[in-house]
């Protein structure tokens, strides 16, 4: 679903170096301002600082919006290039970009300027067939250096949908100066929300509203940290006209008007025809339950093509679905096309459903305290259930009942489980009954649950070979189907490979044989190998080896000895056994100490046992979905550091 593309467009940034030779001639003012800023000194790991990043939006009473871009920033060190780029999104039918121009600043080297010919016009989406909304970038990437500053502005008249805009503040790097204005029609008013920062009131002088932070600090990349959107500080404004003003542009009051707008553009979207009908009734003709219906005609449209054509975004248009019809014709669509489709399917066998607007990417961007459809990107759906269909995505609407969440759009997650970075999230049900925000269901950690055997028999030279079996489930089998279908063959045995030989040095893989079950949403995994010299042969008579011979897939990463930002843990649950086969002739001399922990955020066990000639090793893990404040870091890198201390534990055997 193409949303918010009647704010702010900007991409961003970058870069050069300053020395008092540099004439201007016609360069303005505000860039010579900027390329003189002093700025303070940073962490080794931050390449550039914005000094310069302000946008003023003047509105008129009509709906027609101007504003003119102004952004500049220093380029500190040479991987810092990459943000010597610039541009402006706009519409053809309703935009027009009257400057569009860069500078690069580049000390005794002079200034070297941007225009005309220098200026990429691109598709702004690169997976549309059509799509009327494009782009126009600057980028002086390869000619920028340390030191050099690189700025540029653009000046562009539009059209406006809601009485409604958004700015961020800054993205992840420093920021020198940041600043948003908003002139209004005589009379108008503005209100805003700040997010992720205190709140920020505007300086007002009649209808001119001013919102301004100077001087904000590097947001650090942290693993396993909140999203920079829920990080940097950004405003939220709505604006008004005086009471009994008519005015095309749309303002919404509360999420309930959001609701019955949203309602209101998709329900004379869906639409049945013979063809769909027949569809619908083949699909759920074997089908004997309520959950078997709602999954036939679920697989159906995952495994509809995904492809957008955008038109009329001016007027609202990139919230509107096709008709279902057509999309049922043509076999594509994008997220809210595929929406629309199922709804129709299901309306033909006589199940209700909503569509539903939510963000995709982030569970936590959006906000409750503002009501509006540009807080969304994504389009998924909410099927009316009887109380014998029974899953993990199902909520209890106050007004609308008992509905069951899914994504139309992600083909890797079956029905009844839900995209990871959807749950959690505050999403809206597109009804004219929904009057708030409805949180999205969160799956238990035994739904996402990767089981591991592992059967090994160890040689008393040391040499091993065995094999490997996982069976995954739930959004820990997405992530491997999403690896499996990405990658080419060659590319994933090597990636399987390459994990493999991170605990077996110089390992041979025999057998890489991985199955792909998405209808029970069940992602398999077996691996032969061998490997010599995995256990180390000592005085002749001792062997020394891990029992923890492979790593869990995604790792653990909480190293670091101090943290700025909380920690999102995803849900999950981990279970291993692995079986050696002792060697003739050795007994067990020494064992690792079986461990227990247990936190509020998760578990983790080992334990060990030997009979008749053969060693057993189990760990199990299981972790539930919860954000940690930063300052109990402490707290989960403790849990983390003797999971891997655990993990390192060598188990020693001696000859008889």
């Known amino acids: 679903m193409k949303l918010r593309l009647l704010g702010t467009f900007s991409l961003l940034l970058f870069a050069a170096a300053v020395t008092p030779a540099i004439t201007f001639d016609d360069t303005p003012p505000w860039v010579q301002q900027a390329a003189a800023i002093k700025v303070p000194a940073y962490d080794k790991d931050v390449t550039a600082v914005v000094l310069v990043y302000e946008s003023t939006m003047t509105i008129d009473a009509d709906g027609r919006v101007s504003e003119v871009y102004n952004y500049a920033v220093r ?18 039918d309703s935009s027009k970009i009257k400057d569009f121009r860069g500078w690069l600043v580049r000390g005794a080297g002079g200034i070297k300027r941007y225009g005309g010919d220098a200026i990429l016009d691109l598709a702004a989406v690169d997976n549309d067939i059509y799509n009327e909304y494009r782009r126009k970038r600057i980028d002086a990437e390869d000619d920028a250096d340390a030191g050099m500053v690189f700025a540029y502005t653009f000046s562009r ?25 908003l002139i209004l029609p005589p009379g108008w008013r503005a209100e805003s929300v700040t997010f992720n920062h205190p709140k920020i009131e505007p300086s007002v002088s009649g209808s001119t509203y001013t919102w301004q932070l100077s ?50 553009l998709e329900e004379p979207q869906v639409q049945v025809n013979d063809a769909l ?19 036939a005609i679920s697989h159906y449209v995952q495994n509809i093509q995904y492809i957008s054509i955008q038109t009329g975004l001016g007027r609202g248009g990139g919230y509107r679905p096709r008709v279902s019809t057509e999309v049922f014709a043509k076999s594509y669509g994008d997220c809210k096309d595929k929406a629309n489709l199922m709804r ?11 569509a539903v607007s939510i963000y995709s990417g982030d569970p936590d961007y959006v906000k409750p305290d503002w009501p509006s459809p540009q807080q969304f990107n994504h389009c998924i759906i909410a099927v009316k259930i009887g109380d014998e269909t029974q899953g993990a995505t199902i909520i209890q609407h106050p007004i609308l009942g008992r509905l069951m969440i899914f994504d139309p759009t992600d083909s890797e997650t079956p029905l009844g489980d839900l995209p990871f970075y959807l749950q959690g999230s505050l999403a809206l049900i597109d009804s004219k009954d929904a009057k708030e925000l409805t949180k999205m269901p969160v799956t238990p950690p035994e739904m996402n649950q990767l089981e591991r055997n592992v059967a090994l028999s160890l040689r008393a030279d040391g040499a091993l070979s065995g094999s490997i079996n996982e069976q995954a489930k739930g959004q820990t089998a997405v992530r491997f189907r999403s690896e499996f279908r990405r990658l080419s063959r060659p590319e994933f045995n090597s990636m399987i490979e390459r994990w493999v030989t991170q605990g077996a040095t110089a390992a041979q893989v025999a057998k890489i044989e991985p199955t792909d079950s998405v209808g029970d ?14 256990a180390q042969l000592m005085q002749g008579r001792l062997l020394v080896f891990k029992p923890a011979i492979v790593s869990r897939r995604e790792g653990l990463a909480l190293t670091a000895p101090q943290r700025k930002h909380p920690v999102v843990l995803r849900s999950s649950t981990y279970s291993e056994t692995v079986k050696f086969q002792l060697p003739a002739g050795f007994d067990v001399d020494e064992l690792p100490e079986s461990i227990k922990l247990e936190a509020e955020f998760g578990t983790y066990a080992t334990s060990y046992e030997v009979k008749n000639g ?24 403790s849990f983390f550091e003797r999971v891997r201390e655990a993990e390192q534990a060598p188990v020693v055997l001696a000859r008889k």
């Open 75 to 92: 380029i500190l060190k040479r991987e810092g290039r990459e943000y010597a780029t610039g541009g402006v999104g706009y519409l053809p």
């Open 157 to 181: 008249e539009d059209r406006s949908v809601f009485s409604q805009n958004d700015w961020a503040f800054q993205s992840s790097i420093p920021v020198i100066n940041s600043k948003y204005t």
């Open 215 to 264: 001087n904000l600090p590097p947001i650090p990349d942290e693993p396993w940290s909140p999203s920079v959107t829920n990080l940097a500080a950004r405003l939220a404004v709505s604006y008004y006209p005086p009471a009994g003003q008519v005015t095309s542009i749309k303002t919404f009051a509360d999420w309930g008007a959001v609701a019955s707008w949203m309602s209101e």
């Open 277 to 295: 009908a027949r569809k619908a009734y083949e699909l759920t003709a074997l089908a004997k339950t309520e959950f078997e219906k709602i999954q």
């Open 344 to 354: 129709a399917m299901l309306k033909v066998v006589g199940i209700n459903s909503f």
């Open 521 to 534: 949403g069940r992602f398999s995994l077996n691996v032969e190998f061998s490997a010599n010299n995995y």
């Open 614 to 637: 053969e060693l057993v090793f189990k760990r199990s893990f299981s972790m539930r979905a919860t954000t940690i404040p930063a300052a109990r870091y402490d707290v989960v890198r």
